[in-house]
């Protein structure tokens, strides 16, 4: 991997080399390294661009790093990814996709990911997406992530979007079984001309299953940003959706909460609020020495965190 490879890598996983476990490493199209363990195989699909992961059942304190990265000028991609995780399993699952655009030509990737999790097991899945350089070409990313949480069984998602993406459509279909529960906390900033659209769709339909979905976001400069958030609660079940957003400058932010109780025993809960940062905030960081730019970024990295 060359140096810019390697920089995206970081930024993506944290990955300063090969790592332990295993791993599927994509660059440019391409496999750039692959390993499997007794516990987590990985196998290229018969039909269409994409991986099949399964994790035997029992699978427990062990994680899989499948980081993609795009610096070759136009690059277009469509990778379809299916995850069989089995019953009793407690791993973690780093994704994440960078790219680097140094040209006028434009590089888009569009990841669809299938999990079919079993019962009684506990899933961590974090994904951060990463644009750099300075070309004049669109640095696209539409991720779109399908869940289906067995019986029993929790899934947490940490998702981030923090630089350099212009465009993005980000899609999460969730089915919850009885007693299952996912956690889903997204950060996101635009700045410039960026748009982003985030869309979460959650049936609760066991039992008993439940719904936590944040959002934290910051719009900069003449930026778009829109978060809608779908939950059906179809049965006994708790739902909490949550979007807090940032502007500054001429951006633009859109928050559509939506909740449906299909049962009676459904207790569902939507909060939205969008606003700038107060002043009297700024002034304080100002007295303890800080410029009015330096007051704005800290706030501002504070509430992404």
């Not at 499997?36 to 195989?41: G, L, S, Y």
């Not at 959650?202 to 778009?224: M, P, T």
């Not at 500054?248 to 809960?269: F, R, Y």
């Amino acid at each position: 991997m060359d140096a810019i490879q390697k920089q995206l890598l970081e930024a993506v996983s944290g990955l300063h080399e090969v790592p332990a476990g295993a791993y599927n490493i994509r660059t440019n199209g391409k496999t750039e390294g692959r390993q499997t363990t007794e516990n987590i195989d990985i196998q290229p699909r018969e039909e269409g661009d994409g991986i099949v992961i399964t994790i035997k059942s029992g699978t427990k304190n062990e994680s899989m790093h499948m980081p993609v990265i795009l610096s070759k000028a136009g690059w277009k991609e469509t990778v379809y990814n299916d995850f069989y995780i089995g019953d009793n399993c407690d791993v973690t699952i780093v994704a994440g996709c960078g790219i680097h655009c140094g040209t006028d030509d434009g590089s888009q990737h569009d990841g669809i990911h299938s999990f079919f999790i079993g019962k009684n097991s506990k899933v961590k899945y974090v994904e951060k997406h990463y644009g750099s350089g300075d070309g004049n070409g669109k640095r696209v990313m539409n991720p779109q992530t399908i869940i289906e949480v067995g019986e029993g069984s929790y899934m947490e998602m940490d998702t981030a979007q923090i630089k350099g993406v212009d465009s993005t459509e980000r899609l999460t279909k969730v089915k919850l079984g009885k007693g299952a529960s996912i956690k889903v906390m997204e950060r996101l900033m635009t700045h410039g001309e960026q748009r982003a659209e985030s869309r979460f769709v959650v049936d609760l339909n066991g039992e008993d299953s439940g719904a936590n979905i944040i959002s934290r976001s910051v719009a900069k400069d003449d930026s778009y940003q829109m978060f809608q958030s779908v939950l059906n609660g179809n049965a006994k079940c708790s739902g909490h959706t949550e979007c807090d957003a940032i502007i500054v400058g001429n951006a633009k932010i859109s928050s559509i909460p939506e909740i449906t109780a299909n049962n009676s025993d459904a207790a569902l809960i939507h909060e939205a609020a969008i606003g700038k940062i107060a002043g009297e905030q700024i002034i304080k960081l100002m007295t303890l020495g800080l410029t009015e730019e330096e007051a704005e970024e800290q706030i501002i990295s504070g509430f992404l965190k």
